[in-house]
């Protein structure tokens, strides 16, 4: 071979190991000096990584050399004899012969690594933002409940999900009766607290897949999937009397629930029937149930 | 609520072998389930053989991905739960590879009638130095680091910023492509992978085993040492350790012949199922 073409003049880590345990066979000069170290017998690439890089080593790129054959880009932290830290940026393949060796070539990268780091604390804080952001998005400010946005998505969601199951689904609407008068009489601070009490309480004894929300005013809304043991209008009936007996700020706070059962109705539909069933339960005379099941009924 | 046809396709399962045997393979953090087959050959004349992808690795359905199920063990073995009841295994061998056999002792915890025993490749319970008493092998600084590591990393492999710029990091539409590069699955994924790997203690779990287990390990493995193998061995009742006479942490990948051996040779040791 050329006496100048050889890998001890190139200005990067060039290495020769074994397959299984990756003992170092021959090593360049660049090497040695880039982790600082001198050549022992049976030293194993894993010694000169850091704990960290030798899970890496194990859990992607190993099983990426014995899967494909090769790896690139992999960045890797060298620990030097004196504990200073070298990030490094590792390409390697796996020549397979009697006796399986994996070649490497192993390059300083702290430069990169700065840029990287950058951009990682660059990504965490967009991410935390749009986290942040999604969740207010959703929502209700006042009861911390989902907003109206929110919960006609997840009610669609439901909905698919209970059409693919062949399963009615049922939409509560409740509205707070006379809530007007609680605001005249009381102010607005209390109104406030009445509506943060009733979305807690409505939260409290709503089942774990019920999809509850503040969707306006002084409304409030349930939907959920049927199941047999624990029909719509016996939770209404639950509500209706936990609701009435538990007086709220000093206040007795009444609720109307509109209730409507349906199997294949679209989320309008079926938000359209619950609205004719709570109007049907203000004008019987409020603090009530009337529930329906479509399209049976219709 | 999941049909059985949905687990099946979510956990991207596959069923091969000829044997009556059914020897469910659990890949473990990092990989998917192409990391068994340099194993298949040796093992599918003998069993009845089920391939899964947990959700977030490999080419499982990211859509079913939700972080907070994902963020602990438990919520991996109830991929494996879920995939034995879709499928309706019973004598079930559970054979995971590292943090997978935590999640299937979890698992068979959870439904030890469908469970017959369990296969333990190169497994720990608790990668934490935890002095005086307990040497999982790592510094909670160094975990640290690895997340770190993982994060530079998947800025060369993955599409890092993808998510952002998606907006929903379990949209489908990039898994696809990340799940054709081996082992580097979706960013957001791993991490919560490797976090609910490395930062968990699950010793605790190890008296309450009720199946026998054969514990394989190899004579210097830099993820888990013979002090790990010995120290389960010890506080799992039912089980025995084989160490096998080679190095490193993919054993099945490495020496699938002495792996498939040690299989085989345990069958006869487990008392015959009733029938």
Redesign the interface.
């Known amino acids: 071979m050329d006496p100048v073409f050889t890998p001890d003049v190139f200005p990067c880590g060039c290495l020769v190991t074994t397959l299984s345990e990756q003992v170092i066979l021959r090593a360049n000069p660049y090497f040695y000096q880039e982790c600082q170290q001198t050549p022992k017998a049976q030293q194993r690439l894993s010694d000169v990584l850091t704990p960290a890089s030798k899970i890496v080593l194990e859990s992607f790129v190993m099983p990426m050399l014995l899967n494909l054959g090769h790896c690139e880009e992999i960045q890797l932290t060298i620990q030097g004899n004196s504990g200073e830290r070298l990030p490094v940026l590792v390409n390697a393949h796996v020549q397979h012969g009697d006796e399986p060796l994996i070649f490497w070539v192993i390059n300083s990268a702290k430069q990169r690594d700065k840029l990287y780091q950058e951009l990682v604390d660059l990504r965490n804080a967009l991410e935390e933002k749009a986290e942040r952001l999604e969740l207010l998005s959703q929502t209700d400010e006042l009861t911390g409940l989902l907003n109206r946005r929110a919960f006609i998505s997840r009610a669609q969601l439901l909905l698919k999900q209970a059409d693919r199951h062949q399963q009615t689904c049922s939409f509560l609407l409740l509205d707070i009766d006379h809530f007007k008068q609680i605001n005249d009489l009381h102010g607005h601070a209390c109104g406030d607290a009445v509506l943060r009490q009733l979305g807690q309480l409505l939260l409290t004894n709503c089942r774990e897949h019920d999809v509850l929300a503040r969707i306006g005013g002084e409304e409030f809304a349930i939907i959920c999937m049927d199941s047999p043991s624990d029909s719509a209008a016996a939770f209404a009936e639950k509500l209706l009397m936990l609701v009435s007996q538990q007086p709220i700020e000093g206040i007795t706070v009444t609720v109307s629930i509109g209730v409507a059962t349906a199997g294949q109705l679209s989320f309008e539909q079926l938000y359209k029937q619950a609205d004719l069933l709570l109007y049907e339960a203000k004008h019987a005379g409020r603090n009530r149930l009337v529930a329906a099941l479509y399209p049976a009924e219709i | 609520?999941l049909?059985n046809s949905d687990v099946l396709s979510r956990n991207n399962v596959t069923i091969t072998g000829t044997g009556e045997q059914v020897l469910l393979l659990a890949h473990?953090?990092?990989?998917n389930q192409?990391?068994w087959?340099?194993l298949l050959p040796l093992l599918s004349p003998h069993f009845r053989i089920v391939l899964f992808d947990y959700v977030g690795s490999g080419a499982s359905d990211m859509q079913a991905y939700n972080k907070q199920r994902y963020s602990t063990l438990d919520g991996y073995a109830l991929d494996i739960i879920e995939i034995c009841t879709a499928l309706n295994l019973e004598n079930v061998i559970l054979c995971g590879h590292?943090v997978s056999s935590i999640i299937g002792l979890l698992a068979a915890q959870k439904i030890p009638q469908r469970i017959r025993a369990q296969i333990m490749i190169c497994p720990s319970p608790c990668f934490l130095n935890l002095p005086p008493h307990y040497q999982g092998?790592?510094?909670e600084a160094?975990?640290q680091?690895?997340m770190?590591?993982?994060?530079?990393?998947y800025?060369?492999?993955a599409q890092?910023?993808a998510?952002?710029v998606i907006?929903d990091p379990d949209a489908g539409q990039y898994s696809a492509e990340l799940s054709d590069s081996?082992?580097?699955t979706n960013p957001v994924t791993a991490k919560n992978f490797a976090k609910a790997t490395?930062f968990s203690d699950y010793r605790s779990l190890l008296p309450l085993n009720q199946h026998p287990v054969l514990l394989l390990q190899s004579e210097?493995?830099?993820?888990a040492s013979l002090f790990i193998g010995e120290y389960m061995q010890a506080h799992m009742p039912q089980s025995e350790l084989k160490v096998i006479e080679?190095?490193?942490?993919?054993l099945h990948?490495?020496?699938p012949r002495q792996v498939a051996d040690q299989i085989h040779a345990f069958l006869p040791r487990l008392t015959p199922t009733m029938e």
């Open positions: 609520m049909t473990g953090f990092g990989c192409q990391m087959r340099f590292s092998g790592f510094a160094d975990l680091e690895l770190d590591l993982m994060d530079k990393n800025i060369g492999w890092y910023l998510p952002l907006g081996f082992c580097s490395f210097r493995d830099a993820l080679a190095k490193g942490h993919c990948m490495t020496h």
